[in-house]
């Protein structure tokens, strides 16, 4: 059954929600959409069948895949190219959060002239964003970032590789069609790491500083529903409703993170930065030593958590033992050393951290020296 959800915007979600993309951008008008994605997805056949039905259905299809695993600017100023090059009239992005973050930077682009790192928003860039965005419809195929729900994209510098947040409520996609049969052939590894990156963006936002009642409740039952199906969606790729639940979870995550996220996140950045790590997967190695940073003092946020998690009656530290003993379970690793890190590179790493723009929303302060601690012990 496919239901709808209109929060933040509209969601057409469950199986075959993505069937009814062709006949949605004709019935608002559109001919020649910009199909964004990342190289991997172009190839696979779901990704064609879904080419394949939008062009029956008379509409002009232009792919664009040209894109880095952690996403430059120079993907995004190649995309707008194509975009007009082939007189596009919208953009559908369709994958994880790369093709996700790029697509929605495309649409940004497409109007706006600026050097695109003038809309960070970091330094009140929102305030250029003046003109109308392309229409823009995003299909989520893993259950990690829940960008199909979000109104900014992560882009970093070609050259330094700093990331720059792009940002505008302009930039939300006027529908989702989050199908979870999409997700069912995905690799194990990527489902775990791209669920341990839901997890993470429910339980940061949860413990996050700033005061919203309505994400708190998000982010509970967006980690009582991973909790139950991780395992099941990773070992299992075809269980429907656990697919279901892991995709339902990550969009939840989005939703509930504009709330703020924290140190989990300034930890894992550097090692997309400097090292090419997964996102996702940095975010799981980091998860239960961030949490365990946070837990003093915030003792009954971590319980509430627990009890979501499944644990009745559980506590933070008993928490964080089950984060670590999930990993496992997920055979993704549970020190930094399994993913490359060596004690030369923690030095760069803790400042990359300190410098990042997600731990000032963490619960209490994070200083350079913490960072350097944190990775010490996790290495």
């Known amino acids: 059954m496919v239901v709808q959800f209109n929060f933040p915007t509209v969601i057409r979600f469950g199986l075959g929600a993505i069937q009814e993309l062709p006949s949605h951008l004709k019935e608002v008008g559109l001919k020649r959409p910009l199909v964004v994605t990342d190289p991997m997805v172009a190839q696979l056949p779901f990704f064609l069948d879904i080419a394949e039905r939008l062009k029956v259905a008379g509409l002009v299809v232009t792919v664009y895949s040209d894109m880095h695993k952690n996403p430059v600017k120079s993907d995004v ?16 992005g369709i994958g994880g959060g790369v093709a996700l973050d790029v697509s929605r930077a495309i649409a940004l682009a497409v109007n706006h002239h600026r050097d695109l790192f003038d809309y960070d928003d970091l330094i009140g860039g929102d305030q250029y964003v003046t003109e109308d965005v392309p229409y823009f419809v995003t299909v989520p195929t893993t259950s990690g970032t829940g960008s199909e729900v979000g109104r900014s994209a992560i882009i970093a510098d070609d050259l330094t590789h700093q990331k720059k947040i792009l940002f505008s409520p302009k930039l939300l996609a006027k529908r989702v069609f989050a199908d979870p049969e999409l997700t069912f052939g995905l690799p194990p590894f990527i489902t775990a790491a791209t669920g341990m990156d839901a997890l993470t963006h429910n339980m940061e936002a949860y413990v996050a500083k700033n005061y919203h009642p309505m994400c708190d409740g998000i982010a509970l039952e967006g980690i009582k529903l991973i909790a139950g199906a991780i395992e099941k969606a990773t070992h299992d790729g075809h269980d429907a409703q656990a697919r279901a639940d892991m995709l339902l979870a990550s969009l939840m995550g989005a939703v509930a993170f504009q709330k703020g996220l924290g140190v989990v996140h300034s930890l894992a950045h550097p090692l997309s930065q400097m090292l090419d790590t997964h996102h996702g997967l940095a975010n799981a190695v980091n998860l239960p030593y961030g949490m365990k940073f946070n837990l003093e003092g915030f003792e009954p946020r971590f ?3 627990a009890n979501a998690f499944g644990m009745k009656g559980g506590n933070g530290t008993q928490l ?9 379970r997920l055979r993704l690793p549970t020190r930094l050393s399994g993913i490359g890190v060596e004690e030369k590179h923690l030095d760069e790493l803790s400042a990359l951290a300190f410098a990042d723009f997600c731990h000032p929303n963490n619960p209490k302060p994070v200083s350079r020296e913490d960072f350097r601690k944190i990775y010490g012990e996790a290495l």
């Open 320 to 328: 964080i033992d089950a984060l670590f003993k999930l990993n496992e």
């Open 77 to 92: 100023l190649n995309g707008k190219a194509v975009y007009a090059a082939n007189g596009c009239d919208s953009i559908v």
């Open 303 to 305: 319980g509430a958590m």
